[in-house]
């Protein structure tokens, strides 16, 4: 019966569409005559289209469970066509479908990933593995443990044809390059990255919800040949969550919202990007806490630049370094960002300085310094060492036999190496050291939260022999 009733309402319709498609079709002389909006074209993203993604956080297999949610940001942008339907940045979502610790006998440990679904806008697009680090149903690494480290890259597909939105459907066929600008203002368009760095560290432990937390800018912000967001320019943040670690081997975690930056004309402009950090899991003896971006629509991925803190507290550490974005359009005054350029870098003159710094964290209390052939001295935890150095190439290394890195020192160059000392994957306790070199601003502020040697253990290494300070450790004799 029901079938019936609805063929007969469905003739009926049938009779009425060309009349009423006649009503609402406009003459062809009634130019004048108002028209509703268009609506927003739908676009087709097609099953099998690449989708390159980044881990957000740290997979392990000693401590994830299957079912665990991991989180993926997009690591470039999604197009149909010459259209952008999801920025770089957006969120992505994928499971924990199997996971294997190391048993006693040292087998190897087991861990497989499956991505399942990308924001692009308000569309979920499901998602499966393809090939290259994923396989047909995620990425399966061994190790003891097997671990996927945060960052990184891997390559999904898209999993069924999904009807998707552009962007900005109301101006997608506008550019920024058609958007006029007057010639008395520069537009910082949004969207544009910017580079940070915490200057204070941050902890679960004693960290308040609405604490603003004070953070640097790294690399100038350009708009053609003008700075706008100069480096070293101011940056804030605000605590928006705590959660201190407690008895019940439960990990701490604090979340951190970054709000503004600084431009050189004195002015705002607001930052989208959000990272929280949840500390690190008490059954891993060794287990570094390690960062998780929430993207939000243009957030990018925050990369952490190293390990953070061992044990249950969640730390963000002096010298953190992450990503946003501006979060709006702004039109800046052309005469005020003019005259508020930043000067030249000066040149320096005179040797050149290396300061090798061992941050606060470690089990390891002192290592040995060497470069080229010559043993530096013994460098403890929590300290820094400064040398100066004719221009030329060093070695430097921690311990005699330890792996090397090169520096090429030039006339009046500063430089920062960073001591790293880290468990090997192992039940018996070995350890791996290095040495790394660190962006001039980024090691100046992380080694500024270490104590100088005691002058009594600092070498002269004036009276050395310059071959042997330059010798090649693996260098065939």
Same mark, same amino acid.
């Given at each position: ?20 498609? *006649?009503?609402?079709?406009? =003459?062809?002389?009634? @130019? ?12 087709? +993203?097609?099953? &099998?289209?690449?989708?390159? +993604? ?13 079912? #665990? ?8 942008? +999604?197009? !149909? ?27 190897? &440990? ?25 396989? #047909? ?11 996927? #480290?945060? /960052? ?7 999993? !069924? ?21 007057? /010639? ?48 070293? *320019?101011?940056? @804030? ?7 201190? *670690? ?40 060794? *287990? ?6 929430? @993207? ?64 606060? !964290? ?14 530096? &001295? ?9 040398? %100066? ?22 006339? &009046? ?15 018996? %306790? ?26 009594? =253990? !600092?070498?002269?290494? @004036? ?11 693996? /260098?065939?004799?």
């Amino acid at each position: 019966m029901r079938g019936i009733i609805a063929v007969a309402l469905l003739a009926s319709a049938c009779l009425f569409l060309p009349a009423t498609y *006649a009503q609402q079709r406009p =003459n062809p002389g009634d @130019s004048g005559a108002s028209a509703s909006p268009a609506p927003s074209p739908h676009l087709i +993203l097609r099953e &099998g289209t690449e989708v390159l +993604l980044k881990y957000a956080e740290a997979v392990n297999s000693r401590t994830a469970q299957e079912g #665990d949610m991991v989180e993926f940001v997009l690591a470039e942008d +999604l197009t !149909v066509g010459n259209t952008v339907i999801a920025e770089a940045g957006s969120r992505a979502v994928g499971a924990v479908v199997h996971t294997k610790t190391p048993d006693a006998g040292d087998s190897p &440990g087991e861990l497989n990933v499956r991505m399942t679904f990308l924001k692009a806008g308000k569309t979920k697009v499901p998602l499966r593995g393809t090939t290259g680090l994923v396989g #047909d149903i995620g990425v399966v690494l061994r190790g003891t443990p097997a671990t996927i #480290d945060q /960052a990184t890259t891997v390559k999904a597909s898209v999993a !069924v044809d999904t009807e998707v939105q552009p962007l900005n459907p109301v101006n997608s066929l506008a550019t920024a390059a058609a958007i006029e600008v007057p /010639a008395d203002r520069v537009r910082l368009a949004k969207g544009r990255i910017v580079r940070l760095m915490v200057i204070e560290t941050v902890s679960s432990k004693t960290a308040k919800v609405g604490e603003a937390v004070k953070l640097q800018v790294i690399d100038p912000v350009k708009v053609s040949d003008l700075v706008v967001i100069a480096s070293e *320019a101011p940056a @804030s943040g605000t605590i928006t969550e705590v959660h201190p *670690a407690s008895r019940a081997w439960r990990k701490g975690g604090v979340v951190l919202r970054l709000d503004s930056v600084t431009l050189v004309n004195q002015q705002q402009v607001a930052l989208a990007a959000v990272n929280a950090v949840k500390g690190g899991d008490t059954q891993a003896a060794y *287990a570094w806490t390690q960062a998780i971006v929430q @993207s939000q629509g243009l957030a990018l991925l925050f990369l952490p630049f190293a390990p953070l803190q061992h044990g249950q507290q969640a730390t963000i550490p002096k010298g953190a370094v992450m990503e946003a974005t501006t979060a709006g359009e702004i039109l800046l005054d052309r005469a005020s960002v003019e005259a508020s350029q930043p000067p030249p870098p000066e040149k320096k003159q005179g040797p050149a300085s290396a300061t090798i710094y061992y941050p606060k !964290v470690g089990d390891i209390s002192s290592v040995e310094l060497w470069c080229g052939s010559i043993k530096l &001295g013994k460098l403890k935890r929590g300290h820094k060492l400064t040398v %100066s150095l004719p221009p030329g190439k060093y070695w430097f290394r921690v311990f005699k036999g330890g792996r090397s890195t090169l520096l090429e020192a030039k006339e &009046g160059g500063e430089y920062y190496l960073r001591t790293e000392v880290e468990p090997l994957p192992s039940l018996s %306790s070995r350890w791996e050291f290095s040495l790394s070199l660190v962006e001039h601003d980024i090691g100046e502020v992380q080694a500024g939260d270490t104590k100088p040697l005691e002058s009594k =253990n !600092v070498p002269d290494i @004036s009276t050395v022999d310059l071959a042997q300070l330059q010798a090649d450790p693996n /260098a065939k004799h």
